[in-house]
């Protein structure tokens, strides 16, 4: 089984509360005692998952920054959608999809998969090149969201999208010129937000391949919001809509 390093509290919590099993072992930083890694610990016994007491230099070795909170885990894959067809077939009710062309910070991509999981998206979807892939900085980031969300990478991104729209998927895209804002449509169908890069938006060809844009109104002096807050402004306003939407 392929495994790999998850770290930071939330990110190994998040794995023992979802799948323990797939855990082999947990490194613990042997100099902590406090109330976190205590609830950490007794979690991850209750589990009978492996601890294996650690010094914060072999940490910071493993994962190569020294931002892992004082855990590392070591892990098995969790069974995701791993292709589009998979997803596609996978979700019932309209699909809720975040769309990300050529993210490259794994910061950013964290944080999007975060939001995605708080929204009830069904998946993120990105380009293999041009994107950073999800690593365990990114995984940290999510907080468990990465376990949760299937982070879907295609090697074509316009033609996933015609994919897309053969299954009745709006295509939506966020950009500042766009006439409508993200309040002027309609969302409880099947839709999927398009988000750009961090500094260039959306290339010329994704923007094509939209059915519509839209644009998020921005009254301040700044000219635009981080990419995570950006998607999560949009899965939220379709959630919304489609919490108020009268069932039949």
């Known amino acids: 089984m392929k495994t790999k390093l998850l770290f930071g509290f939330h990110a190994v919590a998040a794995r023992i ?49 020294r931002r892992h909170q004082g855990v590392v885990a070591r892990a098995g894959e969790i069974s ?7 997803l596609i077939d996978g979700i019932q009710g309209p699909p809720l999809l975040l769309l990300l ?22 998946a993120v979807i990105a380009p293999k090149d041009r994107a950073v892939g999800l690593n365990a900085t990114a995984a940290k980031v999510a907080s468990g969201a990465a376990d949760n969300v299937p982070y879907i990478t295609v090697t074509n991104l316009a033609r996933a ?19 409508s804002t993200i309040y002027d449509v309609d969302y409880t169908g099947g839709v999927a937000f ?47 809509q489609r919490l108020i939407v009268p069932t039949a």
């Open 17 to 65: 509360r979802h799948d323990a099993s797939t855990i082999e072992e947990i490194y613990v930083d042997a100099a902590r005692h406090d109330r976190r890694m205590g609830d950490l610990l007794r979690s991850a016994k209750s589990a009978n998952v492996r601890i294996i007491q650690a010094d914060d230099q072999r940490l910071d070795a493993m994962v190569g920054t």
């Open 80 to 86: 995701l959608a791993r292709n589009l067809s998979e």
């Open 101 to 122: 062309d050529g993210v490259t910070d794994p910061h950013n991509l964290g944080a999007c998969l975060r939001v995605a999981d708080g929204a009830g998206a069904h």
């Open 161 to 179: 999208m015609r994919e897309l729209q053969e299954h009745d998927i709006w295509l939506t895209g966020t950009t500042d010129d766009a006439e």
């Open 194 to 240: 398009v988000m750009g890069s961090e500094g260039e938006g959306m290339r010329r060809l994704t923007r094509e391949n939209c059915d519509r844009l839209v644009s998020l109104p921005m009254l301040g002096s700044v000219e635009s919001l981080n990419v995570s807050v950006a998607s999560g402004i949009c899965l939220y306003e379709a959630r919304r």
